[in-house]
């Protein structure tokens, strides 16, 4: 644990710095002797034995500054691959993201595309069946174009009508059924009077004959 590393870092510590003074010690006695040796005065041999004692300390406060900027640097470093390695994740993530809704949206598109051309087929059909379809003429009413698709299709049926024209069946067989009731009606209004008319017509034979003095057999036998 975190705490664990402390403790273990500042006993090392702790041991170094004994083991360090120790050597100081030694090291500053040891220096004092040999400086003494040659001939040099007291004060050169304290002067000279700290100056060596000292040079030691630095290189390994040196050393230890080194390590540690070489440390912080290797974080650093650490960090910052961390973070370029996250960012890529993340663009790599919105790019995928990105790629779905584009694909989703390009789906869309095609499928309205697709109901668009369906739409236009069944009406390009729908136009085509209305021009093969012998006695339509679509700037005609509903009931005159009815009336006429049967009188020149008796095999169609109403339904088939109904498509055509694009009313229902019900509307179709309303249609038909008032376009008989108006021909029953006009065929016996012209009867009645074809029998008004025939009497008076017969009348002026009848007179004819009479003047002339014939049959009416015998003018249509001469004739």
Known sequence: STRGARFMLRAISALLVLIGGSAAVVSFGHIREVVAGV??????????????????????????LTSMYVRRHEAADAARVEAERVAAEAARVEAERQAQLDAEAEARRAERAAKRADRKSKATAKAG?????????????????????????PEMTQAEIAAVVGVGERTVRRYLRNARNTTT????????GVADITPNDSGGDSSDDAESGDEPGEGLEAA
């Open 39 to 64: 001939g040099e005065s007291e004060i050169a041999e304290i002067l000279l034995a700290i100056t060596i004692d000292a040079v030691a300390v630095m290189g390994l406060i040196g050393r230890h």
């Open 129 to 153: 069946k209305r021009i093969l379809v012998a006695g339509d003429d679509v700037s005609l009413p509903s009931a005159e174009r009815v009336v006429a698709i049967a009188a020149a299709n």
């Open 185 to 192: 009606a006009e065929t016996a209004e012209s009867a009645s």
